[in-house]
């Protein structure tokens, strides 16, 4: 997917695409020091980051029918997750820029005939209203949790209100959660940036049902105000069948790819899944909007379950993970390295009394593809009563089974699950085997709130049917790019599970017929011969991974651009471009990066 321009969304041409093309090492630290010259062309941007054209159209058109003037809105799906974000504000803003914070709650006009028909589609939004002050600290929350609404419920619940379907609830707003320990952010959320400011969006899509919903004299009327709101993608009948489809195919049970029906799914089916865990259900799988909102409520449900306790960060994974278990409760031990003396440390800790909440970590880790020990991890575990939630979006359960480790097992479905890189989701299992899996559906049964937007549900469904039969070509890509960058002498290292020092704690997790996944990472001898290797690589270039086609992005910069000093002491390299490997014939990606690989000599003046 080459010669994809500045700013134009990954993949060309729609609308809610996951990624955005920034195809040049200068362009990526022009979006980071947000230059107009990068960030004034974005039509899009990474969703939890970038908030997009359509929730900045809503949010303006909020904000400019009930807010003060120069204020800004954050939308969120529920009235409990807008009042988790005040609480947040509240407990780091100084009292005056707390004090302009605001809710205001849309709900269905029940007096109106189509309600009706929608009140399955839970189509509510939660503003929270804030000050130019405010407005980096709400952002924070919003990048963090995940708990955003998605673009796809932003338009169609814009298109409501537009229509007089939506109305200000007079309710009372949601009382505020008890406010969490304070913990200042790092420089990147200290200012808006010039992204976030509102610019016009493109007229909504269309989806939406084909068939008749509900009956009586109105049946007519809110048939066609469905299908012309939604257009013929989305049948609200086939919603629930999808979350199954969904759930069974995370369990490793559901291999088909065969349309969906409205027939209730065989039980006996989710017995046999490549999780190796019989008693496993549906019940036990939760899905969430995008996989910070899965890690996020992973973490609220053990706070609920087990108390006020530090957690720990075990290796370097992906930035928000680490944000969430500093801010959210009273802190977290950070491991960076995820190596056997980080564990003999953990474990003098644990002797010498220190209890904690859960151990997070990553399987592999981001970018380093770091394998922790998961078997002496869960023998501590054990031992010491803590949990372990194991974040297995790089690895995949096509490759792995980790849930045997794990109490709660977390995953972004927006990445390679998806491949698609049109849709956001997450997912976590709670492992029924496990010490806290009593407490923690109990927790769920009176805090967990399925957000999930039905028509998210739909294109996540039919984009994950093929899932398994894709993972074959991608590790085999993977590894023979990896072969051509570990051969050439301008690498100095190539980051990959098959050839780490941690590839025993990944094989003891390897599925007998899994690859090593399609995640890599390199570092380049000179950094001038990563920027030419990475101005020339000719795939497509911008943040995400997991796309059905090959993804690079220099990530150090555009994940740790404002502590890339810190980043370096775990043995991250500012200058590491990780590669997301997708579907592309073997001989042709193998050659772009022979390609790429000749262009950093050149810059150079080197030799092979």
């Not at 109305?167 to 808006?192: I, M, N, V």
């Not at 909007?289 to 973490?299: Q, R, V």
């Not at 054990?382 to 974040?391: M, N």
């Amino acid at each position: 997917m080459p010669d994809i321009v500045l700013g134009e969304s990954i993949p060309p041409h729609t609308a809610h695409a996951v990624s955005v093309s920034l195809p040049t090492w200068k362009s990526n630290i022009g979006y980071e020091e947000g230059e107009d010259w990068v960030v004034g062309r974005m039509s899009t941007g990474y969703p939890r980051f970038f908030i997009h054209r359509s929730i900045q159209a809503f949010a303006a058109d909020i904000v400019a029918r009930v807010g003060a003037k120069d204020s800004n809105a954050f939308l969120f799906p529920t009235r409990q997750i807008a009042a988790r974000c005040v609480c947040f504000v509240k407990a780091r803003a100084p009292p005056a820029v707390a004090a302009s914070l605001d809710t205001v709650h849309l709900v269905l006009d029940s007096t109106k005939p189509a309600a009706e028909a929608l009140l399955s589609l839970s189509p509510t939004i939660s503003a929270v209203l804030c000050s130019k002050e405010a407005f980096p600290i709400v952002k924070q929350y919003w990048q963090h949790t995940g708990d955003g609404v998605s673009s796809r419920r932003a338009e169609f619940c814009h298109t409501l209100l537009k229509d007089g379907l939506l109305r200000l609830d007079d309710e009372a707003t949601t009382p505020a959660p008890a406010s969490p320990k304070p913990c200042r952010g790092p420089k990147r959320y200290q200012r808006p940036s010039s992204l976030d400011a509102t610019k016009a969006t493109p007229p909504p899509s269309k989806l939406s049902s084909d068939r008749d919903v509900g009956t009586g004299p109105d049946t007519q009327e809110t048939s066609r105000f469905l299908e012309e709101r939604f257009g013929r993608n989305l049948d609200v009948s086939f919603v629930q069948p999808a979350k199954s489809a969904i759930k069974r195919r995370i369990a490793g049970a559901l291999r088909s790819d065969s349309e969906l029906t409205t027939a209730p799914a065989p039980e006996h089916e989710m017995e046999s899944n490549s999780r190796g865990v019989v008693n496993l259900r549906e019940e036990d799988i939760f899905l969430f909007p995008c996989g910070m909102s899965a890690i996020f409520t992973s973490h609220r449900a053990l706070l609920g379950a087990r108390g006020n306790m530090k957690s720990i960060n075990f290796g370097f994974s992906y930035v928000d993970t680490l944000k969430i278990l500093e801010k959210f409760g009273p802190g977290v031990v950070f491991y960076g390295h995820a190596s056997e003396s980080d564990l003999d440390d953990l474990e003098k800790r644990l002797e010498g009394g220190e209890r904690f909440l859960a151990l997070f970590c990553e399987f592999p880790g981001n970018p380093l593809l770091t394998c922790p020990n998961l078997g002496r991890i869960r023998q501590l575990a054990d031992k010491y009563d803590f949990a372990v939630v194991i974040d297995e979006t790089i690895g995949t359960f096509a490759n792995i089974n980790v849930l045997p480790f794990a109490d709660i097992v977390a995953s972004s479905l927006t990445k390679i699950f998806s491949g698609d890189c049109n849709v956001m989701g997450g997912s976590a299992i709670f492992n029924p085997n496990g010490r806290y899996y009593a407490a923690l559906q109990a927790w769920a049964r009176t805090e967990y709130e399925d957000t999930y937007w039905p028509e998210d549900v739909m294109f996540m469904e039919r984009n994950s049917r093929d899932f398994v039969s894709r993972i074959d070509r991608i590790n085999a890509n993977a590894e023979a790019i990896c072969d051509v960058l570990r051969d050439s002498p301008l690498v100095q290292a190539v980051f990959y599970p098959k050839h780490n020092e941690s590839r025993a704690n990944y094989e003891a997790c390897k599925l007998p017929n899994g690859g090593y996944g399609g995640l890599l990472s390199v570092v380049l001898r000179r950094p001038e011969q990563a920027v030419a290797f990475y101005d020339a690589v000719d795939t497509a270039k911008g943040p995400s991974l997991g796309t059905n086609f090959t993804l690079t992005s220099p990530y150090v910069l555009l994940a740790h651009y404002q502590e890339l000093d810190w980043a370096e002491e775990f043995g991250v390299d500012r200058s590491l471009i990780r590669i997301s490997v997708g579907l592309e014939e073997t001989e042709h990606i193998v050659n772009v990066f022979k390609a790429a690989l000749k262009a950093a000599q050149e810059s150079s003046g080197t030799q092979e």
